[in-house]
């Protein structure tokens, strides 16, 4: 199976590329870099398997998305104490990018060209990793799981053919809340609240399919820019009484901050994106120096949505585990839903090692997804949509009720559905019953 693609890169970026493979003597065959041993595949060897992911661990975006990867760390420790996958351990490399997209396409570089990474797990962000999902594919890396929900990491895989994505795109998340909205409060006035990329875009896409007509106001707002003063008066202006926000933590807090000094007090419907609890309510407290008493239950009545439990759900089985791989192998600090997310992630990228076999190349990798992707296990409550010609993530999800200090009342069954005009169904696979292997690691 062909992947490289041919497409020219500028001038510029084909020099520094080139001044990069000669610093690192990345010009040379590297056949032979395993001395005989059988291995040729960049970032393998008999013994270990390198990854890596760029997050902001610095920056605004940094409170919440900084621990996904620390949860992902405590989880590959874990499988590497059991004896890692087919014989490897696996090694992840974090940089930290800031979240903006320049910082980005250096800590890529880096990764990709000097400590040749086998492949790109979780890197974050919509408008960063936008920045370097073409460099990825036309260097044939396996750019797996991005943390976004953008359409473009799944619905284009003639370009984009090494990338898959992982969670529920924004499309069908706004889908099934603009449906769920139409259904339950008819009568509403709607606001969006949009982040000015994908995330808004694609979250607006799905959301108009259901409330064009009740849509009364749209603002948005650049990621960088704390000052939403101005687009939370336009709401209040336009008369919207349910707000969808499509946004970040920080924002999440800072809507609520601005509401609290204009007054305005709409239901809100946040994405589940912007919505932990813990995370917004120390936010909060944090903006405002301490005017604003910020806890768990600030967001308390709030909607939001969900496709993986979180701690708040402390009996279910794969928090359990969760709970376990951090006492065992996390760092500093208490189990978070963001660390969910990161272990998440990894438990589905070991079952991605395990099915592309001992023989472990970057092509088998791809091809090992696209066969049984769909059948992976793991704690999402919908399976993924993972085929040849399609790699969006995972299919469904449900809408929930904030309440009692963070808890997630849900509101609807998992509902499942597809980019465009694809109906929206309640989920038969039985994917949210599944409970994690004895011991787990997947089998």
Not at 119 to 147: C, K, Q, Y
Not at 191 to 199: A, C, I, S, V, Y
Not at 247 to 258: C, E, G, K, R
Not at 308 to 321: F, H, K
Request: proline share 6%; with cysteine.
């Amino acid at each position: 199976m062909k992947r490289r693609l041919t497409r020219p890169a500028p001038l510029v970026g084909v020099l520094a590329t080139l001044a990069l493979l000669a610093a690192c003597g990345a010009g040379d065959d590297r056949s032979d870099e395993d001395g005989g041993g059988g291995v040729s595949e960049v970032g393998v060897s008999e013994d270990s398997v390198t990854v890596g992911a760029h997050f902001p661990l610095t920056g605004v975006a940094a409170p919440g998305y900084s621990e996904i990867p620390t949860g992902a760390q405590a989880y590959f420790d874990y499988v590497n104490a059991q004896g890692g996958v087919h014989g490897r351990q696996i090694e992840y490399l974090v940089k930290d990018d800031g979240y903006n997209p320049t910082n980005t396409n250096t800590v890529t570089n880096e990764l990709v060209l000097q400590d040749e990474i086998f492949a790109m797990v979780g890197g974050l962000g919509t408008p960063t990793h936008s920045a370097v999902v073409d460099f990825l594919n036309e260097e044939g890396v396996p750019d797996l799981f991005v943390s976004s929900g953008s359409l473009q990491w799944g619905d284009d895989v003639a370009d984009k053919p090494y990338t898959f994505g992982w969670q529920p795109d924004y499309e069908i998340e706004g889908k099934i809340i603009g449906q769920y909205v139409a259904e339950n409060l008819p009568d509403a006035k709607v606001g969006l609240f949009l982040q000015d990329d994908d995330f808004g875009e694609d979250a607006e896409k799905g959301v108009r399919q259901y409330l064009e007509d009740q849509v009364v106001g749209v603002e948005r707002y650049t990621s960088g820019n704390t000052d939403v003063g101005p687009q939370i008066a336009g709401l209040q202006a336009s008369g919207a009484d349910l707000v969808l926000s499509f946004n970040t933590p920080s924002y999440t807090a800072l809507s609520q901050l601005v509401s609290l000094k204009l007054g305005y007090d709409p239901q809100w419907f946040y994405s589940n994106v912007g919505s932990d609890p813990d995370l917004v309510g120390s936010l909060l407290s944090e903006f405002s120096e301490g005017a604003v008493e910020g806890s768990a239950s600030s967001l308390d009545g709030v909607l939001t949505t969900e496709y993986i439990p979180g701690i708040d759900q402390a009996e279910d089985p794969w928090v359990q585990l969760w709970q376990k791989v951090w006492d065992e192998h996390g760092t500093e600090g208490e189990l978070t839903n963001y660390r969910v997310y990161g272990m998440s992630h990894a438990y589905a990228f070991v079952q991605a090692l395990q099915a592309a076999g001992e023989e472990l190349t970057r092509d088998g990798l791809v091809e090992a997804l696209e066969e049984v992707g769909q059948d992976l296990d793991g704690p999402q409550l919908a399976p993924f949509r993972f085929t040849a010609d399609s790699h969006m993530g995972i299919s469904g999800l449900r809408v929930v009720e904030i309440k009692d200090g963070g808890a997630a009342d849900p509101l609807t069954p998992v509902l499942v559905s597809d980019i465009g005009d694809a109906p929206i169904e309640e989920d038969t696979s039985g994917q949210a019953d599944d409970a994690p292997p004895e011991g787990g690691v997947p089998e």
